[in-house]
């Protein structure tokens, strides 16, 4: 049977809506990631989604595999942003995720020799306030990045980061204070 228009405009149901339903798939990343809509209204779509945003900027082209996002008051994300999460990924106040950010929160454990891919888990994502995030950056889970911390374009982030440094390359490494 085909969906009505109230099933398409009502929120998703389940604990968490994921990527695998066609619903959230239309939903959050055709509709609400397409350039056709305001930034205003891509918010609402994602609200109704279940997402817990208080952005107040996404850009179009954004993928979000789950609703275990929460974007901060006057936190920014840009265009193209991946955020596979398996595990809740948190945006804080006034944080700005550039072009391309990709944020992934599952992993493999190393396995043995047969296969190396051992078995599968999922760590949260803590983006803290304040923190400028560049463009074409990696951020794997488990990770926490201090407020007030900038991480450099191209840098790909796999341990936490202390508050207010600049971090940079493969691996992120703090490279300097922040006042």
Do not use: K
């Not at 918010?43 to 929460?70: F, K, M, N, Q």
């Not at 809740?88 to 043995?112: C, E, K, M, R």
């Amino acid at each position: 049977m085909a969906p009505t228009l109230a099933d398409i405009m009502c929120p998703m149901l389940g604990a968490h809506n994921v990527v695998h339903s066609r619903r959230w798939y239309l939903w959050v990343n055709r509709l609400a990631a397409s350039s056709l809509l305001s930034r205003r209204a891509r918010a609402w779509c994602y609200r109704r989604a279940g997402i817990r945003s208080s952005a107040t900027w996404v850009e179009p082209g954004c993928y979000l595999h789950s609703d275990l996002l929460e974007l901060g008051e006057g936190s920014r994300v840009n265009r193209d942003v991946y955020v596979e999460n398996h595990a809740l990924v948190s945006v804080g106040p006034g944080a700005i995720l550039g072009f391309n950010v990709q944020l992934y929160t599952s992993t493999h454990d190393i396995g043995p020799p047969e296969a190396r891919a051992g078995a599968w888990r999922a760590e949260p994502i803590v983006v803290g306030s304040g923190v400028w995030v560049g463009a074409r950056t990696t951020i794997l889970g488990g990770v926490t990045i201090g407020a007030g911390c900038v991480i450099a374009a191209g840098a790909v982030v796999i341990r936490d980061c202390e508050p207010n440094g600049l971090y940079a390359g493969v691996p992120a490494r703090r490279v300097r204070d922040l006042p």
